[in-house]
């Protein structure tokens, strides 16, 4: 699980969005919209606010319905098998928190912390927020790619 959400996506795009100030006049139709496509409800886009319009088409509506119909802990406590829960600490996507959610869900799971990581699993860049989204030069955290391996090995495929 790299960078996963540890609580519904939509409850996830909500918090994202009250962060922005700006964002403040939005915020009751975007609560709304979360609500009746997490409840299964489709909205038709020309009842949306235009600016809205992009972020909950009707394509996309279909695919949030879908993903915001599941609690992340929830399915993750169904999982019986080994688990790996990869987290930046500089993530201001998903926080380590979810991960900590992740992990009380998965007791056998094993937790990697990318000290500076990214949502991008990249080390951020210091007065650059946006670099490791925009800059696909900037390799990937030095921790993740060993971590991943030595996962692999510990539970290597069985034989059918």
Known sequence: MLSTA???VGDLMIEQLRAQPGNAAILPEVESLVAD???GKPRDPATISE???PLFSTGLQRY???LFAYDPVV???HWPGPALIVQGDADVQVLPRDANLLQQAMPQAKRVNLPGGTHMLKTGVPNAPL???TDPTLPLHPALVPALVDFM???PPKAR
């Open 153 to 155: 090995d510990a539970h």
């Open 75 to 77: 399915e993750a406590g």
């Open 37 to 39: 496509l997490a409840a």
């Open 51 to 53: 600016g809205l319009r």
């Open 64 to 66: 949030m319905m879908d």
């Open 131 to 133: 670099a490791t989204y």
């Open 6 to 8: 540890g609580r519904p």
